[in-house]
């Protein structure tokens, strides 16, 4: 009896558990299956994967004996509480909203799900469990045991690179801030502040690792990552994508699936790094990051099956028949693809020049790695290898062999090509299902660039080169019109009633954490 009382207590005390598992992406957690050695207690093991929520800021990596850290993070707080004041969403600050929240960075259940107004949230510093004996694993390092501490010598290119990273993060909130007031359901609205509430942990994430490792330096650099604003003409976010518009939730779902993704490409190499406690924060960071994709994916999926099914109810034969498919209150297939291919090459740019001495010495320095570095078959190093890079050639699109550490950054893009792909197969196979033979798909890589090879020359979307003027005749052809821009505003009115969606808009095949379709997933205060 005495034995079965206790148990039950205990199970009272423990928050209910849920694996987040509707994310069609799988989140990847390197280490957490080989890391653990018996060396490490499991006392000591539990008190990383738990998080201290005793303190202002919630963290699993001792904050409270930390003085110094937790001062400079709670001195920087009062600033990003005002920075989403005046920059996170806008509206619904007091509504209730059913997010989930890490409280355990245990791959097997993290996240903790319950009702949160989003300045309550509590945004933590989480770190992935240390590896024991983690070394290096590429450049001129490689086996040597990763740092704990900032190497001197390699010191700005890492706060650099940080920065980077953590600039992107508030940028998007920023962009997105004004998309509640339009969303197509309560579902919708949640996962739209799930991803919100996110990106500003995941600027606490980096603002942790300036404010730690990089003293004086570092804490400026905190600030200025939150003085900066996406668009703004004189204080801009760092990278181009992240000063474009999201103006409308089909902006918002090509978005998370395309430059979401190239945040995870980017935190996979950044999780590969030899500075280790980089490490750790981008491979947890990346558990998060899945569930942002996973928003994009399956909302462009449910676009595309709320379209094709009103054509076919219609009698609709055939998909590129704009007005007839716009009248039914849907987005056209050939809008989709036109956003799709604005949402795909900007984030192309984001991977920036194909060939780059940037990212050899980042490699060689022992600092980014590659995609699945600890997969890939070969030295490392990379001294004597090669990679074909695109390049114009002569007024053409041609292979050329380059040295593979100055390819870096088009390996990366090109592993990220695929994974873009996986949704695409999706997507059409939604369409091939609903009988039309439409077929979406990803434009070259030469097309509307603005950084890299390309930048200097126009290309179709089957990359074909072509002079300014058949651009300036034919873009509006394959990017998104004012008045493409102004249609699906029209579509953009908001549904908050329960259970019921846009008519531009499939609902879901699950719900979030298994609730089912009825569920009020934001208790809309205004
Ligand atoms: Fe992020
Ligand atoms: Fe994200």
Not at 159 to 167: S, T
Not at 219 to 224: L, P, S
Not at 322 to 343: E, F, M, S, Y
Not at 398 to 405: C, G, M, Q, S, T
């Amino acid at each position: 009896m005495a034995g079965l009382k206790r148990e039950a207590r205990l199970r009272a005390d423990v928050p209910a558990i849920h694996v987040f598992s509707a994310d069609g992406e799988k989140t990847w957690m390197p280490g957490t299956s080989s890391g653990m050695t018996e060396n490490v207690s499991k006392e000591h093991a539990m008190n990383i994967m738990n998080v201290d929520y005793s303190t202002k800021i919630p963290n699993n990596v001792n904050l409270s004996e930390d003085r110094q850290v937790l001062k400079a993070l709670e001195g920087w707080h009062p600033g990003y509480m005002n920075w989403w004041g005046d920059m996170g969403p806008e509206g619904f600050q007091q509504s209730l909203v059913y997010l989930r929240t890490a409280y355990s960075v245990d791959p097997r259940g993290w996240a903790k799900f319950d009702y949160v107004k989003m300045p309550d949230y509590r945004w933590g510093i989480l770190l992935a469990p240390q590896e024991e004996n983690r070394v290096i694993p590429f450049g001129q390092h490689y086996g040597e045991p990763a740092w704990q501490e900032v190497p001197g010598e390699h010191r700005a290119m890492l706060r650099r690179l940080i920065v980077i990273q953590g600039d992107t993060e508030p940028a998007s909130v920023e962009q997105q801030r004004h998309l509640g007031k339009t969303a197509p359901s309560l579902y919708d609205l949640r996962n739209l502040f799930q991803v919100n509430v996110e990106e500003g942990r995941h600027l606490w994430a980096m603002v942790y690792l300036l404010q730690k490792y990089f003293g004086r330096d570092g804490r400026e650099e905190a600030d200025d990552l939150l003085r900066r604003r996406s668009g703004d003409a004189d204080s801009p976010r760092m990278l181009g994508a992240f000063n474009e518009a999201t103006p409308d939730w089909l902006s918002f779902f090509m978005f998370t699936y395309f430059t979401d993704r190239d945040g995870k490409m980017q935190l996979h190499s950044l999780a590969q790094s030899g500075f280790d406690p980089l490490s750790r924060t981008c491979r947890f960071m990346l558990t998060e990051e899945a569930h942002h994709m996973f928003v994009g994916e399956t909302g462009i999926s449910r676009v595309v099956q709320r379209t094709c099914e009103a054509m076919k109810q219609a009698g609709i034969s055939d998909p590129s028949d704009i007005a007839k498919v716009r009248a039914l209150g849907v987005v056209d297939l050939p809008t989709i693809q036109k956003k799709l291919n604005l949402h795909y090459t900007l984030s192309l740019d984001l991977f920036g020049s194909e060939v780059s001495t940037n990212a050899a010495n980042a490699f060689n320095a022992g600092v980014k790695g590659r995609f699945h570095e600890t997969q890939i078959k070969d030295d490392h190093r990379l001294q004597n290898d090669t990679y074909p890079v695109l390049k114009l050639v002569n007024g053409e699109i041609k292979r050329v062999d380059e040295p593979a550490l100055t390819a870096l950054n088009m390996r990366l893009r090109d592993d990220y090509t695929q994974d873009c792909i996986k949704g695409l197969l999706r997507w059409n196979k939604i369409i091939a299902l609903a009988g039309y033979g439409f077929k979406l798909t990803l434009p070259n890589v030469a097309f509307h660039r603005q950084i890299g090879e390309f930048r200097d020359i126009h290309a179709t979307p089957d990359g074909v080169l072509i002079d300014d003027a058949t651009w300036n005749k034919r873009k509006g052809d394959w990017l998104p019109s004012a008045d493409d821009g102004d249609f699906i505003a029209s579509l953009m009115t908001p549904v908050t009633d329960i259970g019921q969606f846009a008519s531009w808009i499939s609902p879901p095949k699950v719900g979030i954490d298994n609730k089912p379709g009825d569920f009020e997933y934001v208790k809309i205060e205004t």
